[in-house]
């Protein structure tokens, strides 16, 4: 029995990545994969290499790629900070527009060497979801996990077109450098939605192994007999630690792109606020380029409120199915209260208490339902003092 439970835990290994052999990921989690692999290669941000059914993560080679990239970006930014300083005749507008682009800047670097230094996590994170698939098959979660990568990009993707193409159109004071430059600003977006097919992965797999356990407690005859009810019941909970161990590791791999979204996007909207109230208090902007700046302000707010509550709720969905399936162990003990279940539902709850954790970018606050709300109250209170200071 004991050699049976280490073949057990060897097929569900937790880390890997630490074993070469097991690098191979099949063709139809890739298809849950491609419009974000594909993505982030023509952004030059690739978490890790994907080939012949084998991932491995980046290298130093892939800072050439990066190179590239970061090169482009910065002379997007030099073209457009230049076509600024010959626009704008104010220089809190500039310094408003200059914090901000340079923020999307720095932010691409820094993700651009993380892509390289977490290039084992972030195999380590691909791979033990592709176990997890593997593990805990449902033809209906794939099919809604397509559909949610699909639809969550290619969304993304008219969003950013139309705020571009619209902009150009009406907007006097934009150029093309500059709606390039904030066209690369999606790879940003991207990633926040790639922390959300996670989350989305992991609460689909967590009620897929709720709802096995719960057609054994309901049907007497899936009951196995006692000798074997031990070694069903440790691979049920073996399973269970693969999803605390992906949330774990998304947990570490997502934390300065979680952290710098919320704040990019809270500093971006005071900033745009302020823009916005000083024209309209000194009256130096040309009506159109007013009502455009405006609306283009409400459009970048709303898509990235969308994108940050997208995450939250899903990230919300998430402790609720393990709370469920919480409640689930509890009712299979109450149906079969037997030594060995007890001994599982111990050790079920010994795993929730002591690993599972919320996603917390560096423990400054909890991606929870409720962080929207205490966001937007937040970005409200500075507004009002913006106000304050510019009609009081």
Not at 190 to 202: D, W
Not at 275 to 287: C, E, F, M, V
Request: charged share 20%; with cysteine; hydrophobic share 50%.
């Amino acid at each position: 029995m004991a050699q049976r439970k280490m073949q057990s835990r060897y097929q569900f290994d937790l880390h890997p990545s630490e074993n070469l052999l097991q690098n191979v990921v099949d063709k139809e989690f890739q298809n849950l994969l491609t419009p974000f692999y594909f993505l982030t290669m023509i952004f030059c941000l690739r978490k890790y290499d994907l080939r012949d059914n084998y991932v491995t993560p980046n290298t130093k080679r892939d800072l050439v790629t990066c190179a590239l990239g970061m090169f482009i970006a910065y002379m997007l930014l030099f073209c457009t900070l230049r076509y600024f300083a010959t626009v704008f005749d104010t220089s809190t507008v500039f310094a408003m527009y200059l914090i901000t682009y340079v923020q999307y800047a720095i932010n691409y670097t820094i993700l651009c060497f993380l892509n390289v230094i977490e290039g084992k996590l972030n195999v380590d994170v691909l791979l033990i979801l592709h176990q997890i698939n593997k593990s805990l098959q449902s033809s209906a979660d794939d099919r809604k996990l397509k559909y949610l990568s699909w639809m969550s990009t290619s969304g993304l993707l008219v969003v950013y077109f139309l705020l571009v193409f619209f902009k150009l159109l009406l907007d006097p004071l934009w150029n093309w450098s500059r709606a390039t430059f904030i066209a690369t600003t999606l790879i940003f977006d991207l990633e926040l939605l790639y922390i959300v097919f996670i989350a989305y992965f992991l609460a689909c797999k967590t009620d897929t192994w709720r709802q096995m356990l719960q057609e054994k407690r309901m049907y007497p005859e899936n009951v196995i007999s006692n000798e074997n009810e031990e070694i069903e019941l440790d691979e049920k909970l073996l399973k269970f630690e693969m999803i605390i161990n992906a949330l774990e590791l998304t947990k570490k791999s997502s934390r300065w792109t979680i952290l710098f979204h919320f704040v990019i996007a809270f500093t971006q909207a005071l900033a745009y606020f302020e823009i916005l109230i000083l024209w309209i208090k000194n009256n130096s902007a040309d009506p159109k380029v007013t009502s455009s700046h405006l609306y283009g302000v409400i459009l970048w707010v709303f898509k990235s409120l969308i994108t940050e509550t997208f995450l939250c709720i899903t990230c919300e969905v998430l402790y609720r199915r393990i709370a469920a399936a919480q409640v689930e162990v509890i009712l299979y003990l109450a149906y079969h209260p037997s030594c060995t279940v007890r001994r599982f539902k111990k050790n079920f709850f010994r795993l929730s208490k002591i690993r599972l954790e919320m996603l917390s970018p560096w423990g400054i606050f909890s991606v929870d339902a409720a962080l929207p709300l205490r966001m937007v109250a937040l970005l409200a209170n500075y507004i009002i003092v913006l106000l304050q200071f510019a009609f009081l």
